[in-house]
C-alpha cells in the first residue's frame, strides 16, 4: 500500500454495493467494477471503465471474482471459558436443549483469567475475520455476577466496540430460586457498575430464563443507563420477547424462531430489526427454522448472524448462516447476502458499514466465486479468498 493509505480494487466481476443508486436492484450490484480505498473508506466506486484520472494508487487485481461488503455479524458471545462438546452429543442422541448448559459456561468462565479469556476471544475473531466476518458484536453474559461480567465487557472492548452486556442471559446457581432477588442486583448495582464498558444491553426473554416483566425490568434500567436495548426472544418457544422488544424501541431481537402472525406485524411496523440465528436452530436440531419468508413479505427487516457461542452454535461462520437461510428458511441468496452485511449494521444501527459507498469503512471481502450466489450454491467451501479491513488486505485463510 503507498504512503496515502490508497488502494484500487479492480478486475471485480460482480460487486455488491447494497446501495440501490449505483447498481442494479436492492443489492446495487455493478459488473466490471473498480473501488478505491483511502485512509480507511471508500474514495470511489463505479465501472472498471471510469476509474478516476489519477488513481494510481496501489493496485490489487481481483481477476473476475465477485466482492461484496465483509460481514456483519451482530450476535456473537465470544468471551467464555471451556467447551462443551460432550453436552452436544447428548443433545445429538435426543437429549432437548433447555438452556441449562449456559450454568456450565458460567463456572469455567469464572474460573479463567482475563489473559485466558482474551486469547480465546482473539482466537474466534481472527476465525471470523477469515471467514469475512469484519464487524463482530459481542456479549458478556457467561459471567452473571458483577466482577466477571465487568471482566467479560473490557475483554470484549479490547476486540469490538460493539459490546453487549447481557447482564440477565440465566439465573445464575447462587440465586436459584430467587431470580426476582437476581434481577433486582442486576438492575440495582450491575448494570450501574458495568454500563460505561458496554454499548447494548440484552436480556434472554424466556421460559426458564426471565419473563416478560423481569426482563422489562432489566432492559429499562439499562436504558436509564445510557444503553440501548437488544433481546433474545421467541427462541424455544412462543412468548413475549417480540412484542417487549418493539415496545421498548429495541436496535434488534433475536432467534425469534417461534412468531405469531401479530409477532410479525409488529415487527414490520417498527425499527426493531429481526435478526435470524439458523446455525443455533442446526445445532440444537430445532423442530423449525424463523419464518424469514413471513418476515420479507411483511416487510419486516432481517439480519442474519452466527450465535457463535459454546453450547448451541459454535461456529463463526456467516457463509453458513446464508447457506442455511437459502435452503432452509426459503431465502433468496440476494436477500440472505444483504441480511448478512446491510441488515446485521442495521441491527447495529450503523450506517457506514455492510455496503461499498463513498464515505462508508472500506470493509470488503473477495470470493473464490464469479457471484455471491455461490456461498449458497456451494455450502460448505470456503470461499473468501481476500478480505480487507478498514482498507488494509488481511489474509482470509491461515
Not at 432492559?219 to 421467541?234: E, F, K, P, Q, Y
Not at 420479507?296 to 448451541?312: E, R, S, Y
Request: hydrophobic content about 40%; glycine content about 10%.
Amino acid at each position: 500500500m503507498t504512503s496515502d493509505g490508497s488502494v484500487l480494487i479492480t478486475g471485480i466481476g460482480t460487486l455488491i454495493t447494497n446501495s440501490p443508486e449505483l447498481g442494479d436492484g436492492p443489492l446495487g450490484l455493478l459488473h466490471d467494477a473498480a473501488m478505491v480505498f483511502r485512509d480507511g473508506v471508500v474514495e470511489w466506486v463505479g465501472p472498471a471503465a471510469r476509474v478516476p484520472d489519477g488513481a494510481a494508487h496501489h493496485r490489487y487485481d481481483v481477476d473476475g471474482r465477485a466482492v461484496l461488503p465483509g460481514f456483519v455479524d451482530s450476535h456473537a458471545h465470544l468471551v467464555f471459558g471451556g467447551e462443551r462438546a460432550e453436552e452436544f452429543a447428548a443433545r445429538m442422541t435426543g437429549e432437548p436443549y433447555g438452556a441449562g448448559g449456559i450454568r456450565t459456561t458460567i463456572a469455567a468462565t469464572r474460573g479463567a483469567s482475563d489473559d485466558q479469556l482474551d486469547a480465546n476471544m482473539a482466537r474466534l475473531v481472527r476465525e471470523a475475520l477469515a471467514a469475512g466476518s469484519t464487524t463482530i458484536e459481542c456479549k458478556s453474559g457467561y459471567g452473571q455476577d458483577i466482577d466477571t461480567e465487568m471482566r467479560s465487557l473490557r475483554v470484549a472492548g479490547r476486540h469490538t466496540g460493539e459490546t453487549t452486556l447481557l447482564a440477565a442471559h440465566v439465573t445464575p446457581p447462587e440465586y436459584t430460586g430467587r431470580t426476582d432477588d437476581y434481577v433486582e442486583m442486576v438492575c440495582e448495582r450491575m448494570i450501574p457498575d458495568c454500563a460505561p464498558h458496554a454499548k447494548w444491553i440484552d436480556v434472554f426473554c424466556e421460559t426458564g430464563a426471565f419473563d416478560r416483566d423481569q426482563s422489562e425490568a432489566v432492559l429499562r434500567a439499562g436504558i436509564d443507563a445510557g444503553l440501548t436495548a437488544r433481546v433474545h426472544g421467541n427462541q424455544l418457544g412462543p412468548g413475549p420477547g417480540v412484542q417487549l422488544a418493539v415496545e421498548l424501541g429495541a436496535a434488534s431481537v433475536d432467534h425469534v424462531t417461534h412468531t405469531t402472525a401479530d409477532d410479525v406485524e409488529a415487527l414490520a411496523a417498527s425499527s426493531t430489526v429481526a435478526t435470524l440465528l439458523p446455525t443455533a436452530d442446526f445445532c440444537t436440531r430445532s423442530s423449525r427454522y424463523p419464518d424469514a419468508r413471513a418476515m420479507l413479505d411483511a416487510g419486516v427487516t432481517v439480519a442474519l448472524a452466527a450465535d457463535c457461542n459454546p453450547g448451541t452454535s459454535y461456529t463463526t461462520s456467516i457463509p453458513l448462516c446464508i447457506a442455511l437461510a437459502v435452503r432452509e428458511m426459503h431465502m433468496s441468496p440476494d436477500e440472505a447476502v444483504w441480511a448478512a452485511t446491510a441488515g446485521g449494521a442495521a441491527a447495529l444501527q450503523r450506517n457506514d458499514i455492510g455496503r461499498l459507498t463513498v464515505g462508508s469503512r472500506a470493509d470488503a471481502i473477495a470470493l473464490d466465486a464469479p457471484s455471491h450466489i455461490h456461498l449458497a450454491y456451494r455450502p460448505g467451501v470456503p470461499l473468501v479468498r481476500e478480505v480487507w479491513k478498514n482498507g488494509a488486505p488481511v489474509p482470509a485463510r491461515h
